[in-house]
Each structure stands twice: as structure tokens, then as C-alpha cells.
């Protein structure tokens, strides 16, 4: 499979729930993302990886927790989530360095709901 | 603060031509990039600005002045398929993306 994949698709919780986001990539990327995406808001960068380190956090909440175990692959671990962090999450990777296009490929999203 | 603004939404009939406008105040400038985003579905590279003037690929234009803060994405023989939301993103002097809040484009028969 190419591109970047997100698993789930769907995904409702409880409050006291945990759970987990997956991303996935074939790219050869080595930088990954993580962005919010509420309905009519820009979207929220929350965290990005550079060859598997962590290189920005920002200012998410620590019920959000990330992982990121290779280049080619990224967590979200979720855990005492807040009904307004209902919204669409979506995963990025693209290659590392800011310069140049440097595009975002991003993943179809993980549509959260907390209850 | 760092802010891009793009109309909510737009409606615009199929064959006609329609024109997305972004105006951005950002720390520094480092390119401006549109993305496409179906409903439901993840959003896609459309085109990367840098320099003035227009680049032009296909069906679809993106325009940049860079001192006026401003930029536009135009569609032209607009098909249903073009139905979306559009995303403007400004790359700052720090190197992050700012993002616009998205246009939601509405196409008609």
C-alpha cells in the first residue's frame, strides 16, 4: 500500500477510555506529523518527528501522548480525552528540512468522537 | 499574531471559472502552498508559490504577490468533482505552516 494510512477511520470513546491512533507511511518520508483538524478552524499542528525524534510539541495536552517507533510509522495515544477534543485527526509525513515545496502528504484522517 | 484569511465558502456553477482568494500577515515568508480536501478524505498538494506571478498547472492557477500579503487560486471549466474545501498554508521565517481556516467551494449544475 502507498501513501499514508490512518487506522481507524472512526473512532468513539468514552472519557475514561484509551485509546489509539495509527499512521503509516511508504513515502521514504522522514519527518511525521500530527494535526487537528476542527470543523471551520485552521488546522493545529501537535506534534512533528525528524528521523523519529521529537521536534515540536505544541502546547497539546498531555492526554495526548505520541510515539513514534520508526519513520515509518506513528502513534497517538489518547487517554481521559474531553468532549471537545472530538475532531478530525489527521497524520503527515513529508521529507525532513524546510526548504524547498517540502509538501505534506497527508492521511485520510481518524474521525474522533468522546462521549 | 500570524493570520491567513480565505473566504468560508463560495458557490460557483459547473463550466464557469471561480477565484479563491487569500490574503496572509505572517512573521517572514517562505512560500504559500493550496491544498484540496474532499469531504472525508485526506487533503492534497495543489500548487506551491514562492516568487510573484502566476503558476499555472492544468485547470488550476495560483497566483502570489508577496507585498501585497495576498494570493488566489483559480479554477477554471470548474467539473463536480471540484466541489471541496481549500486550504491556503504560508510557510513563515521559522519554517512552520500557517494555515487558513479552508474554503469550502460548492459547485452547481
Known amino acids: 500500500e502507498t501513501g499514508v494510512t490512518q487506522t481507524p477511520r472512526h473512532l468513539v470513546m468514552g472519557m475514561t477510555n484509551k485509546k489509539s491512533l495509527k499512521c503509516e507511511q511508504h513515502?521514504?518520508?522522514?519527518?511525521m506529523y500530527w494535526y487537528k483538524q476542527s470543523a471551520k478552524k485552521p488546522l493545529e499542528l501537535m506534534f512533528v518527528y525528524n528521523f523519529k525524534e521529537q521536534t515540536e510539541n505544541n502546547s497539546v495536552p498531555s492526554r495526548f501522548s505520541p510515539e513514534c517507533p520508526n519513520s515509518s510509522h506513528l502513534f497517538l495515544h489518547l487517554h481521559t480525552l474531553q468532549p471537545e477534543d472530538s475532531a478530525l485527526y489527521l497524520c503527515?509525513?513529508?521529507?525532513?528540512?524546510?526548504?524547498?515545496?517540502?509538501?505534506?502528504?497527508f492521511g485520510a484522517g481518524s474521525r474522533l468522537t468522546v462521549l | 499574531g500570524q493570520n491567513i484569511d480565505q473566504p468560508t465558502e463560495m458557490t460557483a456553477t459547473e463550466g464557469a471559472i471561480v477565484q479563491i482568494n487569500c490574503t496572509y500577515q505572517t512573521s517572514g515568508f517562505n512560500g504559500l502552498f493550496w491544498y484540496q480536501q474532499h469531504a472525508g478524505e485526506a487533503p492534497t498538494f495543489l500548487s506551491y508559490n514562492v516568487l510573484d506571478g502566476l503558476e499555472e498547472k492544468g485547470r488550476f492557477s495560483s497566483f502570489l504577490s508577496r507585498s501585497k500579503g495576498y494570493s488566489y487560486l483559480l479554477l477554471k471549466e470548474l467539473q463536480m468533482k471540484d466541489s471541496a474545501s481549500y486550504l491556503c498554508?504560508?510557510?513563515?521565517?521559522?519554517?512552520?505552516?500557517?494555515w487558513g481556516a479552508g474554503t469550502k467551494l460548492i459547485i452547481k449544475p
Open positions: 513515502l521514504g518520508h522522514n519527518a
Open positions: 503527515a509525513s513529508s521529507q525532513a528540512g524546510g526548504s524547498g515545496a517540502n509538501v505534506l502528504t
Open positions: 498554508a504560508v510557510r513563515d521565517s521559522n519554517y512552520q505552516l500557517i
